[in-house]
């Protein structure tokens, strides 16, 4: 599904990224890691700050290293000035 919608993303369906971001919520935790690397992809001036909050609030609750990992990188490369030590 997270496909489908980064496909929907990709041909001009703005409004899907609200759903894309709710992957970040999902059970499974592969599905929370592939959330942020499709987030990555799509990341750009336009959505920047929707992506940065929600990759932001996963870093608070997330205990599975691999997703917390993830994020933690995400937000070093592209917000550097945003983590706190």
Same mark, same amino acid.
Not at 1 to 7: D, E, I, K, V
Not at 16 to 39: H, K, P, W
């Given at each position: 599904?997270? &496909? /489908? +919608? /980064? $496909?929907? /993303?990709? !041909?001009? *369906?703005?409004?899907?990224? @609200?759903?894309? =971001?709710?992957? =970040?919520? #999902? +059970?499974?935790?592969?599905v929370?890691? &592939?959330?942020? $690397? @499709? =987030?990555?992809?799509?990341? #750009?001036? &336009?959505?920047?700050n929707?992506?940065?909050? $929600?990759? @932001?609030d =996963?870093? %608070?609750?997330? #205990?599975?290293?691999? %997703?917390?990992?993830? $994020?933690? *990188? !995400?937000?070093?490369?592209?917000?550097?000035? &945003?983590l706190?030590g």
């Amino acid at each position: 599904m997270l &496909s /489908y +919608c /980064y $496909a929907l /993303y990709i !041909f001009g *369906d703005r409004e899907i990224l @609200t759903e894309m =971001l709710s992957f =970040l919520n #999902d +059970c499974n935790y592969q599905v929370r890691c &592939s959330a942020i $690397a @499709t =987030l990555e992809e799509i990341l #750009d001036e &336009s959505n920047e700050n929707l992506i940065k909050q $929600a990759i @932001t609030d =996963l870093l %608070v609750r997330e #205990d599975t290293i691999a %997703v917390k990992s993830r $994020a933690e *990188d !995400f937000m070093k490369k592209h917000f550097p000035n &945003s983590l706190m030590g």
